[in-house]
């Protein structure tokens, strides 16, 4: 059974720094693509980066220079450095892990990032 346990968020004031990290058990196949995404109150749930396998990176405009996703194969876990974090960060972060291959989508439980101003 697959399961992704996400860890890392909190509150922190802006222009602080924050990391997460989420590992995908149970999750055998190489060829995936990883990411987190962000759903904030009354908003629809948003793309903030993705890692391949390969290492081939993708993010919103709104986190470039800001958040950098990383992923670490061996571990099958991703990570997303978050710097100058904004109040508009806020949002609740969901990890997301996809099998392409076997069209199959995995979601983590979700973490909390809060950033006052």
């Known amino acids: 059974q697959v399961q992704l346990v996400e860890s890392g968020g909190g509150l922190v004031q802006a222009g602080g720094s924050l990391r997460l990290s989420c590992e995908a058990t149970g999750l055998t196949f190489g060829a995936k693509v990883m990411g987190w995404y962000r759903q904030a109150p009354g908003k629809q749930r948003e793309l903030v980066a993705t890692v391949t396998s390969g290492g081939s990176t993708n993010s919103a405009d709104s986190v470039k220079g800001r958040f950098t996703i990383s992923g670490d194969n061996a571990k099958n876990t991703v990570y997303l450095e978050m710097n100058n974090l904004k109040p508009e960060d806020t949002a609740v972060y969901y990890c997301?892990?996809?099998?392409?291959?076997?069209?199959?989508?995995?979601w983590g439980q979700g973490t909390q990032v809060t950033v006052s101003s």
């Open positions: 997301n892990a996809v099998v392409p291959v076997l069209n199959i989508n995995y």
